[in-house]
């Protein structure tokens, strides 16, 4: 229950350092 919780937490935490990294990498002029 606790390691799915965890699992939960560190894919979103893993989704938003994806979408930062991209971001940083490939700034898009919006």
């Given at each position: ?8 937490f ?12 991209q971001?940083i ?6």
């Open positions: 229950m606790v390691f799915f919780t965890q699992h939960i560190y894919s979103l935490t893993s989704i938003r350092i994806t979408r930062i990294v971001r990498s490939n700034p898009s002029p919006t």
